[in-house]
T-cell receptor
Framework: NAGVMQNPRHLVRRRGQEARLRCSPM?????VYWYRQLPEEGLKFMVY????????ESGMPKERFSAEFPKEGPSILRIQQVVRGDSAAYFC????????????????FGPGTRLTVL | GDSVTQMEGPVTLSEEAFLTINCTYT??????LFWYVQYPGEGLQLLLK?????DKGSNKGFEATYRKETTSFHLEKGSVQVSDSAVYFC???????????????FGKGTKLSVIP
């Protein structure tokens, strides 16, 4: 059973370009989360999605960032007009969306995409 | 809002030494608590979790007990190995009112180095 897949693993962009990060959740998982890890920091929540729906985007910057999780295909985190401050590791996690107490749902993380903005 | 505070690193121990990494939290309700481990260049792996007060999570010789009275979830291991060298993150999750979101709130991480 494959784990959470992310690609690319490393992405280099120049200022002003677009960055597109992909995440394929574990088989059978319908919930996807995106987190950002700045150097020497813990992970910060960005957005939580279910198929075709954004459930909570309270951690997403208001401009330039967007996320989607279409009915078919991977979840995409898009960063438009990147700036140097966007350089970070971006992690995707997925969970099955169990029917029990919701906050016991374990999140499984992918290997991350390390974005470098030149 | 929710927050997690864990001891500053880096922590350097000799092989077979006892490990404690302190973690305390602030939450409005009854969160679930987690320890994740990140090996160099990799993503986070769930190490253990506890979902209610007095629960003890354990895995690979690591243990942590959910202490509601002290709002703590300290990580311990009796005898560390070189292969335990990694960054350890304490985290909590709690439903956000209205949104039904289960976002994880992480501490800053504690880097552990175990030397032979």
């Amino acid at each position: 059973n494959a784990g959470v897949m992310q690609n690319p693993r490393h992405l280099v962009r120049r200022r002003g370009q677009e960055a597109r990060l992909r995440c394929s959740p574990m088989k059978g998982h319908s919930h996807v989360y995106w987190y950002r890890q700045l150097p020497e920091e813990g992970l910060k929540f960005m957005v939580y999605l279910q198929k075709e729906n954004i459930i909570d985007e309270s951690g997403m910057p208001k401009e330039r960032f967007s996320a989607e999780f279409p009915k078919e295909g991977p979840s995409i985190l898009r960063i438009q007009q990147v700036v140097r401050g966007d350089s970070a590791a971006y992690f995707c996690a997925s969970s099955p969306g169990s029917g029990g107490r919701p906050f016991t749902d374990t999140q499984y993380f992918g290997p991350g995409t390390r974005l470098t903005v030149l | 809002g929710d927050s997690v505070t864990q001891m500053e690193g880096p922590v350097t121990l000799s092989e077979e030494a006892f490990l404690t990494i302190n973690c305390t939290y602030t939450a409005t309700g009854y969160p679930s608590l987690f320890w994740y481990v990140q090996y160099p260049g990799e993503g986070l792996q769930l190490l253990l979790k506890a979902t209610k007060a007095d629960d003890k999570g354990s895995n690979k010789g690591f243990e942590a007990t959910y202490r509601k009275e002290t709002t703590s979830f300290h990580l311990e291991k009796g005898s560390v190995q070189v292969s335990d060298s990694a960054v350890y993150f304490c985290a909590l999750s709690e439903v956000r009112s209205g949104a039904g979101s289960y976002q994880l709130t992480f501490g800053k991480g504690t880097k552990l180095s175990v030397i032979p």
